[in-house]
């Protein structure tokens, strides 16, 4: 029976490429939402299986669907045209290989409602499912935000050091479109949810968080490198970032900390890399982005023993460091 149609109070964004396994359960995981009230925007990004007859299936079926078919952009467009298209007071981005509980978008539109909140974000579970080995949990977390009240990004910077998580959130429509918050646009994901989440938690005025996993985070490479086709990808996107807080005057010690934590952490993976088309370039990189990082900041930042070691090596010999990795690697 279908959906009587009412005014959506969420815009759900579902950037769509090459998922066709996994598209109806993320679909269906949203359908079944608890809020009624919802806009689901299927944007079909040039896949070239069968999700777009999947999308359109869905959208026959049910008018709160709105069903979009464009040339491949990559995960960024993608997202930028589902934003552009939703009509809901708040927005949120689910990527198409994962689902979410029954329950979350009304529990973060409550939330983010209560507070007049410019972010409501959840927790997730990391859900590893390859060939050989399937897991899921909640993803770790050592320091939660605050619960019941808002907050902003400087309360609890410690956000900008876990994982990016941008679909665990909704964002009000309005402050998206106050700030000109956009993806970045390149082809293939390219990790342009790093941008995407400093912008809007550093920009946010208050942010609301229910220290609860709604989101089920699907990884099909149990090492994160194995995910990682182009070493240059986390250095562009950490060089966006700091341009980006330099030109908005954002140079709060704490967040820059908790930012070096994460990059440090980018450096690691990349360092465990099957294979790396320029050494000496990625090297020059690595160099680069440990000299940027201010040594009295780097102080309070949450580095562990791998990290801090990442740090000293890449400052003195980034090839001794890449060299030493790899070689753990056998």
């Avoid at 579902?14 to 995981?29: A, F, G, H, N, T």
């Avoid at 005025?205 to 990884?219: A, D, E, G, M, S």
């Avoid at 908005?248 to 465990?272: F, K, M």
Wanted: charged share 25%; with cysteine; proline share 7%.
């Amino acid at each position: 029976m279908p959906h009587k149609q009412t005014a959506p109070q969420v815009s759900v964004v579902v950037p769509i490429y090459k998922v066709e396994k996994y598209l109806r359960q993320c679909v269906d995981s949203i359908l079944a939402q608890t809020l009624a009230d919802i806009e689901i925007i299927l944007v079909d990004d040039g896949s070239p299986d069968a999700c777009p007859a999947i999308v359109d299936e869905y959208a026959a079926q049910d008018p709160r669907i709105i069903a979009i078919h464009q040339p491949n952009g990559g995960y960024g467009k993608a997202v930028n045209t589902g934003v552009a298209r939703a009509s809901a007071p708040y927005i949120g981005i689910i990527e198409s290989d994962d689902w979410v509980e029954p329950d979350m978008y009304g529990v973060l539109l409550k939330e983010a409602q209560r507070h007049d909140a410019d972010i409501a974000k959840c927790w997730f579970y990391d859900f590893l499912d390859t060939p050989n080995k399937s897991h899921t949990k909640p993803f770790p977390q050592q320091q939660p935000p605050p619960e019941g009240v808002a907050f902003t990004i400087t309360a609890c910077p410690r956000l900008l050091y876990y994982h990016p998580s941008i679909w665990t959130c909704l964002y009000k429509a309005d402050f998206l479109r106050q700030h000109g918050i956009r993806m970045q646009e390149m082809a293939g994901s390219g990790w342009t949810d790093n941008p995407f989440q400093v912008q809007t938690l550093c920009l946010a005025q208050k942010i609301v968080f229910i220290n609860k996993p709604y989101y089920h985070w699907r990884r099909v490479n149990e090492r994160e490198a194995d995910a990682l086709n182009d070493y240059r990808i986390p250095f562009e996107r950490c060089d966006f970032i700091h341009a980006w807080l330099k030109q908005q005057g954002i140079q709060d010690a704490s967040i820059l900390a908790n930012l070096y934590a994460r990059e440090l952490n980018y450096v690691l993976i990349v360092s465990h890399m099957r294979r790396i088309a320029d050494k000496s370039d990625c090297c020059r990189r690595m160099k680069a982005l440990c000299q940027r990082m201010k040594p009295e900041i780097l102080k309070q930042a949450p580095l562990n023993r791998k990290t801090r070691k990442a740090y000293r090596l890449c400052s003195l010999s980034p090839a001794l460091f890449l060299f030493t990795r790899r070689l753990s690697m056998k």
